[in-house]
């Protein structure tokens, strides 16, 4: 039996249908009990588990040997972490497979030193690991632009003429759950890009392709962009680390193709064209 955390989230959801199409056994833990008893009444094994309070996974972890986690981004995700770590020790798990970030292993950028901190913590606790460290998600378009991208066909981002290799969070999925499957993962950490790297410009134009419309990258400077952020309600940390990101990419160091995803499950990464085309209506 595998636990699901963060179950409900962009990820977590695409983990759950993932581990579906394996036929694999699972539970699906949610942040609130209104997700959950819906999840419920879909026909899933589902539970509420508050990370902040890490005794509510002892019944969560009941009969579970594997475990997915994901947190959400937070300056004590460390912490948060490693409570539930030491509650899937003490329920006897075998494997616990950790959504980290991009080249976490570099700490070179806020979210990769939170990730990679827990990560250590992980590695000394005993629990058997398989740490997958993805770059940029493809749905973030989906999830943060798209209402922009509706209203004036733009998309804004301090991003300059970088690159990114993003990718489709199912196949992160579809990862996650052959890992599970296998016992050959067991110590590894796999960074995981898409296809290909495309500059902010280029996936306007592949948007614009897909949607018969034309979409345009705006060059917005960093102060605009946390104007942006801190009108959004964003707290100043997470547009702080977040414009570090940019930085980051900036320098190159989110560019790079790689082949684990590949490897993992016998073909190539999901196209941004892919992405554009299948979820073309949150666009439109």
């Known amino acids: 039996m ?58 969560a972890l009941r009969g579970v040997s594997k475990l997915f986690l994901l947190s959400a981004a937070t300056p004590d995700l460390a912490e948060q972490e490693m409570g539930v770590v030491e509650q899937a020790k003490q329920a006897g798990v ?90 050959t993962h067991f110590g590894h950490a796999y960074d995981l890009s898409g296809p290909e790297s495309l500059s902010y410009h280029q996936v306007a134009n592949t948007l614009s392709v897909a949607l018969g419309r034309k979409i345009t990258y705006v060059d917005v400077s960093d102060e605009e962009f946390s104007r942006g952020m801190r009108g959004s309600g964003a707290p100043p940390w997470l547009t702080d680390a977040i414009l570090e990101m940019q930085h980051y990419a900036k320098r190159g160091q989110a560019a790079d193709v790689l082949g684990s995803v590949q490897q993992i499950l016998g073909r190539r990464p999901l196209s941004l064209d892919r992405f554009a085309r299948d979820y073309s209506n949150a666009f439109l």
């Open 2 to 59: 595998i636990l699901v955390t963060g179950a409900g989230g962009t990820v977590g959801r695409e983990v759950v249908q993932a581990l579906q199409r394996e036929g694999l056994r699972f539970r699906a833990a949610y942040h609130t009990e209104e997700k959950a008893a819906k999840a419920r009444g879909s026909g899933l094994d589902a539970v509420t588990v508050d990370f902040a309070k890490p005794d509510s996974l002892r019944p």
């Open 94 to 183: 075998g494997h616990l497979v950790k959504i980290s970030v991009w080249r976490a292993s570099e700490e070179e950028f806020t979210f990769a030193r939170w990730h990679r901190s827990s990560e250590k913590a992980i590695q000394a606790s005993g629990v058997p690991f398989t740490f997958l460290r993805p770059n940029s998600f493809m749905q973030n378009l989906s999830t943060y632009y798209a209402q922009s991208i509706r209203a004036t066909r733009t998309i804004a981002l301090p991003a300059g003429h970088a690159k990114e290799s993003c990718i489709d969070v199912r196949d992160i999925a579809s990862v996650a759950a052959r890992v599970f499957s296998e016992t």
